[in-house]
Every structure is written in structure tokens, then in C-alpha cells.
């Protein structure tokens, strides 16, 4: 396989963004990323767009046929990939195979979603139309719903704590305060949200024992990446990052048939793959953008990636090991917690923050010396999910 | 790139499917295409699903991650790849890609769409969610309708004539009698449709001058096609075809910005980019299968992939070139209009027909010696196209 740059990144403050299309956002960032790049009037061979559901959110298909349009980068192939949550990851291991391949030297790979089109409940519906039809959307349970029934497990098998969950959250909110593209940019402390008397009013139960503040925002964004061959990585004089892993796995479509459903198997493999490919073991690892759609996640996830021992993540979590500046910073950016998930645009979001953080270009939220990232974008509840690893060359 | 085989296929009656989900169908096709190929309890690497519209439609997203949990290949890499009516061949296109560049050595395609399960003029509406939504969408235009005005210029500019459109659907009927997994397998004559003082009665305008039988039904149905390496290809003793060319162009998303409305630019790139590949001119093509969701289609398509010159694809049909046993059969399968076109299912259902020709396994409908196939799946109005040579090595 060919060696894949990321020679461009683009991205837009995360919101609600009513005055904008879908389409609006994507070609926003796709802009900003062939900018970045330099790109200047080289063509695009393709486009690959990350979007869940702009079907029941927007009432439109075929967006990456009306992104190429908007471009103006016809002839380009475009495609859209979905992979529910984890459809950005799954573009840019799409976009990835093309340049790798040789069949493409320049791929525009963008993620987006407009989930705050739909009115309050029915975003939550939406979402949950990722889940078993039969066996879990029929008896209505949700997404919070499921991470509720997750959370309570590691909790009574690892001795996670409310405390523990909390503790993410006030860490992300933290970092998104530094972060000018985060959705969300509002410390809270520990107090406000769980130690105070009145935190239950703050902090309301959404799904016990998830509370409103262990859950990420409902947001409109998007985020674009320009994934180049090497000759042209040259010929652009692009900065040096090249997508050194890529790993994906699936796990049962429910919760419920996993024989221990506090094991994230498909964490495990995608990120095994991941390293495997990339030449390295987590401890390489300097900087890292988890998937914390619910706070409990990103504990899991740093667990199953292989950053801590199973049943550890929260212990180095409360030690600060995870925090800006601590041994293995998670979620600079501010996650998803606190960058906002605008479903289809996340995946690439966390690219594009691996690449700052890469370049040393992350202002403030900085981590020091990075050369290796890693991105977990996970999609249903785990059972599919993409794992990355970024390097400075 | 790598060799890439096309080592099993798996097809099912297309039609109104009640008594199905779209997972139940995919899975059905997954597992003869799997069987197909004798893949016994070797790994799928990666699953790719076309599929235009599970949301609007089913009201369901992620439908690859449902796929693999069905089919028990976790923990397979698995996308969904949405291209409109050309999600097929755009699943075909990234499961190549994703054995070619050598990332995956077994790659099941399953293309799939559950249509009937809204109901009537609301099919309708969902196809147009594919339109320019600030152009076109907002206006009321829908595929008839464009087909509709695409048909009257390119009848004005050609001398292509309502008896023209007439054979072709009467053409693929016919062809459809010889299809045993055709949604509608019923002979059509001229005088039926077009030339009885009553034909109006049997052949309504939908939108002038397209009539009821020069458009496809609204199918459900699925088809899948097992991509493998060489290596794979050998050790299954794969009977011998492979995937030559393939081909992807976009065009402006509305007919309306084409300074030639009636010229098919992104047909005509992608399908000079997939006989390049193959290293083949179109006159090296046995049999094609083109997009004929509506029978105008069929007759510009024919030209503009280089089969016939431009203003000279209704004289070829009317000359019997394109049925069985002329110069070149063109959708000996019945075609879209016959056949069916459940949208995503679309573009794996033309391989599907190619590989079984090739093989000369295609029954009373095989084209003679054939050893180069084609095929073109047609997104949005012509605005995103895959085109793919198939070869008998």
C-alpha cells in the first residue's frame, strides 16, 4: 500500500447552525481543507463524505454528489459513507484505501451532519434508528438508554463511581474552553455538577446512572481532511503527517447477546489492527481523541484501546494522567462531551485535531513533542468502530 | 493494484417484499453470493453495502453493522456507501479498492433497498430527495419528471421518437421472460403500449413524453457479489472473473446548469476511465447492462459509453443490434425495467448478471462466447456514475 498524507485539515466552530445547510457546513470545511493544503486548481480525484442519517435529518440523499457540485470538483467520484457515529472514521478509511491503492492522489474526505434540523425528541429517535430493529428500537431503548445500562455494569465491575463519570466531564469542558471550534465552551466543576446539594438540579438524571452531563450536545457541524498521495504530499510541501493506522471491527449489532457486555471487543480489534499497522504499541501513543458520546466511554475505551488495564481507566483518570499535561492526554479538544457530536462530522473532527496537535499548530490545548495520535470513533453502541493512528514523519 | 475476482454472486426475486426486512433480504443474497464462491468458513474481511435510503424508507441506519451481525462475520470491517441510485456500483467500486490497494482479501457487496414499505407517491418523493434540494427538490421535481424533459430534448435533438422508447421497454420485457429473479416477467408488445387506438389506456403519460411502461417499478430487493485477491481467487478455485475497469465520474447536479442537457458528460467520463483501465475499447464489450430506469436512458447511455455514436443509439435498437442474438445485447437481464430497481441492489444486480454471463451461466438468456462484460449504474440525474468492465480470464 501507498503511504497516505494528511495534507489539509478543515473545520468549523460546532453549534446550531440554522442558518446553514448541510451541504453549507461540508463545503465550508472542504474548502478550508484544500486551502490548507495548498491544494490551488490541482484536481480532486474524489470525495468522501461521512454523514449518518441526512435522510431523517434533512430529508435529502446523495450529499456528496451535491458537495462535488457545490465544489465545483466534478469530475470527482463521490461517495457518501455511513457507519452510523462512526461514519467520518469510516470515510477516511475509505479515502485512505483510494489513495493507498493508487487509484486516487488527492481525496477529499469530509464529515457532517445536521441533527438540529429535527425537533428535540426526534433527534434522540433518529439516532436510535442505528440500534436492532427487532431486538432493541422496537421496545424503545436509546442510545442514553444503552450507555445508562453500560454504565451501571462497569460500575459494579470495576468500581467506576458517579464521581469517575463526572470527573470526564469536568476535564473535557476544561479543554473545549480552549478550543474555538468546541460547541459547548463552559467550564463546570466538580461542585456544580455532583458534590453541591442543589448538582442534582444542574446535573439532572437523563438514563441512570447517566446524567445530563455525562451526555454530549446534539450539534450541527462538520469537519474535512485532505488525504494526499506521497509524490503529491511533496509537490504540495505539506506538513508531515501521514495516516500510519487504520483499523475497523465490528461487534454484535446488540448489547445484550455480548457474553460479557462490559468487554468492547470491537474497541479492541480496530485499535490492535490499527497499531499493528502503524508499527507500535499504545504506549507510543501521545495524544488521543476518544469517543466519549456518554463520559463512561471514554473510561472504557481508554481501557479496551490499550492505554490502561481493563478496570484502571478511572483510577488514571482521577490520577490526571488523561488531563493537558498529564503522561497520556485524552480528548484535548474537548471531545466529543464538549466539541459537540454532529454524528457524521466527529470521526474527522478527531482527525483533524490529531493533526494540529501533530503539527503543533494546537494553540492553547497543545500537547507537547506529539509525533504519535490515535482517534477512536465508535459507532452503534460498539459494534462498529474505527480506530487511527496519526503520525509526524 | 491488485487483481481483484469477483469469485461469487447471490441474487433474489425482486419484487414487493412484504414478508422481508432489508436485512432479511441482504443477508439471503450475502449468503449465496458466499456460497456461491464455496468460501466456507474462511473470514470476510470487510462488508460493503449499497443502499440509497434505509433511513426515509425503513427508518433505519446502519444496515452494514445489522449485516455482519446477521451474517455472524464479526468482526468484518463493514460500511455502508450511499450513491444514490448508483449505491450499488459504489459499493462494488470501494470493496475493489479495498482489495486491490491489499488492505482486505475477501470482501462481501451487498447492494439492497426496501422500497414498498412506504407507500405509493411517497416512494416518489423519497427518489427525489436526491435532487438539488434548493433547485430542483423545493420545485416538485421528481425523476419522471426530469426523465420527462431529458426524453423531449433528446427527441427533438436526435429524431429519437416515442416508438423508440416503446421498443426498448418492449425489448427488456422480453428479456425479463428469460430472467427467473425479474420483478416483472410479462411479455409487452407494440401494438400493447404504442400502437392500438387503446394503448393510452395501458400506457398512461406520467410525464410527457414518458409513459407508465417506459419507467422501472418500485422494487425491494437485494444482490451481492464476493470480491477476493488472486490468492483467495485460487484457493477457492474461483470460476475465472475479474474486475477489469472501473470507472466514477460526477456531473453538475442539476440538468438545468449542463450547457448540453442532453449530453451525458459523467457517463462518458466514467465509462472512458473503466475502458482505459481494462485496457479495451467499447467495442470489445459481449454484453452490457445498462441503467434504463427510464427507456431514454437506455438509448443516450448506449451512446454516450462509446457503443454508438452520439444521435445513432435508436437507430441501433431499432436495428436489433441490442437484443439477444444481435451486435451488442444490452440488458439481457430485462434490465431495470424489467429486472426491477430496488435502488442500492441496482448496480450489484448488473454485476451479478455479468459474472453469470461471463460465465456462460446466464441460461436461456446467454450472450454467445462472451468474455468482456459492461455495466453502468446511473446516480441522481447523470450526476454521479459507475461504470465497470467485467472480463473472463
Given at each position: 500500500m501507498r503511504a497516505v498524507y494528511a495534507a489539509g485539515v478543515g473545520m468549523m466552530l460546532f453549534g446550531r447552525k440554522d442558518e446553514l445547510t448541510l451541504v453549507d457546513m461540508m463545503a465550508d470545511v472542504g474548502l478550508k481543507a484544500m486551502d490548507d493544503a495548498g491544494l490551488g486548481d490541482r484536481?480532486?480525484?474524489?470525495?468522501?463524505?461521512?454523514?449518518?442519517?441526512?435522510?431523517?435529518?434533512?430529508?435529502?440523499?446523495?450529499?456528496?454528489?451535491?458537495?462535488?457540485?457545490?465544489?465545483?470538483?466534478?469530475?470527482?467520484?463521490?461517495?457518501?459513507?455511513?457507519?452510523?457515529?462512526?461514519?467520518?472514521?469510516?470515510?477516511?478509511?475509505?479515502g485512505f484505501l483510494a489513495v493507498a491503492s493508487g487509484y486516487a492522489d488527492v481525496v477529499l474526505v469530509v464529515g457532517g451532519e445536521k441533527m438540529r434540523e429535527v425537533i428535540g425528541p426526534k433527534a434522540t429517535d433518529v439516532v436510535a434508528c442505528m440500534t436492532h430493529m427487532e431486538a432493541e428500537y422496537i421496545y424503545g431503548v436509546t442510545l442514553p438508554a444503552m450507555a445508562g445500562l453500560f454504565a451501571r455494569l462497569y460500575m459494579?465491575?470495576?468500581?467506576?463511581?458517579?464521581?469517575?463519570?463526572?470527573?470526564?466531564?469536568?476535564?473535557?469542558?476544561?479543554?473545549?474552553?480552549?478550543?474555538?471550534?468546541a460547541h459547548i465552551q463552559m467550564e463546570i466543576s466538580m461542585e456544580g455538577i455532583y458534590s453541591h446539594p442543589q448538582a442534582h438540579v444542574n446535573n439532572p438524571v437523563i438514563a441512570d446512572p447517566i446524567h445530563l452531563y455525562d451526555c454530549c450536545p446534539v450539534s450541527d457541524g462538520a469537519a474535512a481532511l485532505l488525504l494526499v498521495s506521497e509524490e503529491m504530499a511533496k509537490e504540495l510541501d505539506a506538513k508531515p503527517v501521514v495516516i500510519a493506522g487504520v483499523g475497523q471491527a465490528t461487534d454484535t449489532h446488540t448489547l445484550q447477546e455480548r457474553s460479557d457486555p462490559t468487554d468492547l471487543k470491537a474497541v479492541r480489534i480496530a485499535s490492535e489492527k490499527a497499531f499493528s499497522m502503524a508499527g507500535i504499541t499504545p504506549g507510543d501513543i501521545d495524544?488521543?481523541?476518544?469517543?466519549?458520546?456518554?463520559?463512561?466511554?471514554?473510561?472504557?475505551?481508554?481501557?479496551?484501546?490499550?492505554?490502561?488495564?481493563?478496570?484502571?481507566?478511572?483510577?488514571?483518570?482521577?490520577?490526571?494522567?488523561?488531563?493537558?499535561?498529564?503522561?497520556?492526554?485524552i480528548n484535548p479538544s474537548g471531545g466529543l462531551k464538549a466539541r459537540g457530536h454532529p454524528v457524521g462530522a466527529t470521526g474527522v473532527a478527531q482527525a483533524v485535531e490529531l493533526v494540529w496537535q501533530l503539527r503543533g499548530e494546537a494553540g492553547e490545548r497543545q500537547v507537547k513533542k506529539a509525533k504519535n495520535g490515535f482517534s477512536l470513533n465508535f459507532g452503534g453502541f460498539g459494534n462498529n468502530v474505527v480506530s487511527l493512528v496519526l503520525r509526524r514523519v
Open positions: 484536481p480532486v480525484d474524489a470525495v468522501y463524505v461521512g454523514n449518518m442519517a441526512s435522510g431523517l435529518f434533512n430529508h435529502q440523499v446523495s450529499v456528496a454528489s451535491a458537495l462535488v457540485d457545490r465544489l465545483n470538483l466534478m469530475p470527482a467520484a463521490a461517495d457518501r459513507i455511513e457507519n452510523g457515529p462512526a461514519s467520518g472514521g469510516s470515510a477516511i478509511k475509505n459494579e465491575k470495576y468500581g467506576v463511581t458517579r464521581e469517575h463519570l463526572a470527573m470526564v466531564a469536568v476535564k473535557n469542558h476544561k479543554n473545549g474552553m480552549l478550543n474555538p471550534y495524544v488521543a481523541e476518544l469517543h466519549d458520546a456518554f463520559t463512561i466511554l471514554e473510561i472504557a475505551e481508554s481501557e479496551h484501546a490499550g492505554f490502561f488495564k481493563k478496570g484502571e481507566g478511572a483510577k488514571a483518570l482521577a490520577d490526571g494522567k488523561t488531563r493537558l499535561g498529564g503522561s497520556l492526554p
